[in-house]
């Protein structure tokens, strides 16, 4: 079985940064895509950035130029550092990745975190 456990969450001042990690954890696992999504109180759950397993990057246009996604592949984690945070950057943020394990087949299966709460006031 694997696991995705996020870190990182908490409250900041509107034009503070946090840094979001999520840890992929199991064995005999290989990971593609990496990204984050956030939930919005009352709102539906959305695209917020990711990252190939090749270092490509994309990202909602909400959070261009502010947020930055990365990886490091030997530790299994990615990361989203977000800067001049604003009020309505508050969520709950998920971690995803595709991952297959070998041994049970080649299909890739959508793996989510179980999701950190970011808080920034005004």
């Known amino acids: 079985q694997v696991q995705l456990v996020e870190s990182g969450g908490g409250l900041v001042q509107a034009g503070g940064s946090l840094r979001l990690s999520c840890a992929a954890s199991?064995?005999?696992?290989?990971?593609?895509?990496m990204a984050w999504y956030r939930q919005a109180p009352g709102e539906q759950r959305v695209f917020v950035a990711l990252?190939?397993?090749?270092?490509?990057?994309t990202y909602a246009d909400s959070v261009k130029g502010r947020f930055t996604i990365s990886r490091d592949n030997a530790k299994n984690t990615v990361y989203l550092q977000m800067n001049n945070l604003r009020p309505e950057d508050t969520a709950v943020y998920y971690c995803?990745?595709?991952?297959?394990?070998?041994?049970?087949?080649?299909?890739?299966?959508?793996?989510w975190g179980q999701g950190t709460q970011v808080t920034v006031s005004s």
């Open positions: 199991g064995t005999g696992f290989e990971i593609n895509t």
């Open positions: 995803n990745a595709q991952i297959r394990r070998p041994t049970y087949g080649s299909n890739w299966y959508n793996h």
């Open positions: 990252v190939t397993n090749g270092g490509r990057t």
